[in-house]
């Protein structure tokens, strides 16, 4: 069964860049058909998705994150990462990634991490 673990600081500084990495064991981040995403829950909100990486290692953004969100990864050590730049406060918040499944048209969500909490202040 696969599992995720988000890890990256907790504190992060108005403006700086935030980076979180998602490690996967029991399944590897190239498998055909699967994807890994991020997603966030701003307070009082629903969940709000950010972007995914695929198999291939091709990547896709929300349009309202797209300016200053990437997504990468690290084959080798099977993790994939994110990085928002330019952060505000409206960026603290709780972060999951996701595993995704690719049927040929839609993506599915089949496995998450448990979420890192992420604080914005100076």
């Known amino acids: 069964q696969v599992q995720l673990q988000e890890s990256g600081p907790g504190l992060v500084k108005p403006s700086q860049t935030l980076s979180l990495t998602c490690t996967v064991s029991?399944?590897?981040?190239?498998?055909?058909?699967?994807?890994w995403s991020w997603i966030r829950q701003p307070p009082g909100k629903g969940l709000e998705w950010m972007g995914v990486?695929?198999?291939?290692?091709?990547?896709y953004y929300s349009p309202s994150l797209k300016s200053h969100t990437s997504i990468s990864r690290d084959t080798s050590k099977n993790q994939f990462s994110l990085q928002l730049s330019s952060v505000t406060p409206d960026d603290q918040t709780v972060y999951y990634c996701?595993?995704?499944?690719?049927?040929?048209?839609?993506?599915?969500?089949?496995?998450w991490g448990q979420g890192t909490k992420v604080t914005v202040s100076s």
């Open positions: 990486i695929s198999d291939d290692g091709s990547t």
């Open positions: 996701a595993k995704l499944y690719y049927d040929g048209q839609y993506y599915h969500f089949e496995s």
């Open positions: 029991g399944g590897s981040i190239t498998t055909s058909y699967y994807a």
